[in-house]
């Protein structure tokens, strides 16, 4: 029965790695919403009275 042939010597490992570079989102984080605008329940249009309506002072009645 024959021998196996030698192994090859592992190459060294570089004693100096270049450093990793950081991905976009360690960079800038999570921008993206987790679902889309037409994946969320629709919110009702506003009248130009809303805001008149919300803020009406009590004794204007309402």
Do not use: C, S
């Amino acid at each position: 029965m024959p021998t196996p042939p030698p192994t090859p010597p592992r190459p060294a490992r570089d004693p100096d790695p270049k450093p990793r570079r950081p991905t976009l989102d360690e960079i800038f984080g999570d921008v993206l919403p987790d679902t889309t605008k037409d994946e969320r329940d629709p919110t009702p249009a506003k009248t130009a009275d809303d805001w008149y309506e919300q803020n009406r002072p009590p004794h204007h009645g309402g």
